[in-house]
């Protein structure tokens, strides 16, 4: 029986940290050949030269992390790519074999290659505590709901799926990752693959867990609602701040004003604000999944009945247009009124 090929693609940007712990853990893999292509978006620190001292494929292009990830994949010669961050920890070193051959096992079941899988995450913190709200994400990275799913999670699937699918989207220099979730959700199918991926907490540590998950609802809120020209406006804002410490969000309220003010007006921000309520409403399943984590010791084992409660009564039961609006309601009072007034007194 012939080794699995594996192309693996690591879009990088001054990773010179990282990326050693992460080369030679894929090193150290084992029971598949491995191709490993760094796409480098343009570093000023040795991340291309320790990439090439490990032998690695150095694939150079212009920034955007979609970009740089379909460069990659152009390169590949493996039947099946892997879409990895460079602050990822392979802890097994046999994940990535027993993770393509779950993913083989489903295609063969499936009849076809319309599958993708991601890894479940454990967060590496810098202080060693793993807080509530860590848990909760990484107990949703096990999950495969609606923006479930990111690339810290790794996308692993053929690579003739890949082009079909028509790579990552490159208009918007984030959010490429869940763009790409979500059309596999709605075009083919997720599973969960077998062990666990490390991933580095450093982003929610440096611009702080709570401003980090209040941005990261707004974009997926307004991606989801069709509201594109709030990533257009927020293009400039995303990439000052990007990296740059802690993440000051009243900017975005800034965007959010003048484009519910300039470019969609009253009506059309009643529309959007009805949309945004749909939307929330559905997620609202999130609520009852913390409540399962926060009582787990009281349920014992992997059980959840509260997500359950509100799959089979809570969901129908609040499935009209009523329900949407009043979420709408609540939430420019929330996001609109109590958040930005506080993020204004606190950052300016």
């Keep these: 029986m012939s080794v699995p090929y594996l192309s693996l693609i690591i879009p990088v940007l001054d990773e010179a940290e990282h ?53 990659g994949a152009r390169a590949a010669r493996g039947e099946f790519l892997l879409f990895l961050h460079a602050d990822s920890g392979l802890e097994d070193p046999r994940l990535l074999a027993n993770a393509l051959d779950r993913l083989r096992e489903e295609i063969s079941r499936l009849g076809g290659d319309g599958v993708a899988g991601h890894f479940p995450l454990r967060f590496q913190r810098s202080d060693g505590r793993n807080s509530l709200a860590y848990r909760f994400l990484e107990a949703k990275s096990r999950l495969n709901r609606t923006n479930t799913t990111s690339g810290d999670q790794g996308f692993l699937l053929s690579k003739g ?3 079909r699918l028509g ?66 406006r927020a293009r400039n804002v995303y990439s000052v701040q990007s990296g740059m410490g802690r993440l000051l969000l009243t900017p975005y309220f800034r965007v959010l004003r003048r484009m519910f003010r300039e470019d969609l007006g009253f009506t059309g921000s009643i529309r959007v604000w009805f949309r945004l309520g749909r939307y929330i409403r559905r997620n609202a399943w999130q609520l009852f999944f913390f409540i399962d984590l926060l009582l787990g010791p009281v349920f014992g084992g992997d059980r959840n009945p509260c997500l359950c409660f509100h799959d089979r009564f809570f969901r129908p039961l609040t499935d009209f247009a009523f329900f949407d609006a009043v979420t709408a309601l609540l939430s420019f009072a929330w996001y609109m009124g109590i958040l930005a007034a506080w993020f204004r007194l606190t950052e300016d």
């Design 19 to 71: 990326l050693p712990d992460l080369l030679t853990s894929l090193r150290n893999q084992q029971g598949l050949s491995l191709e490993i292509i760094i796409a480098d978006g343009g570093s000023h620190d040795d991340s291309c030269r320790i990439a090439e001292s490990f032998h690695a494929v150095v694939v150079r292009t212009e920034r955007g992390r979609g970009r740089q990830m379909n460069a």
């Design 161 to 163: 799926y890949f082009e």
């Design 167 to 232: 790579g990552f989207d490159e208009t918007f220099p984030f959010l490429e990752d869940q763009e790409m979730a979500e059309r596999i959700r709605e075009e083919g199918a997720w599973i969960t693959l077998p062990g666990v991926l490390a991933t580095s907490a450093r982003r929610f540590e440096v611009e702080g867990f709570h401003r980090r998950y209040i941005l990261m609802g707004i974009i997926m809120g307004l991606y989801s609602t069709g509201t594109l020209i709030f990533f257009e």
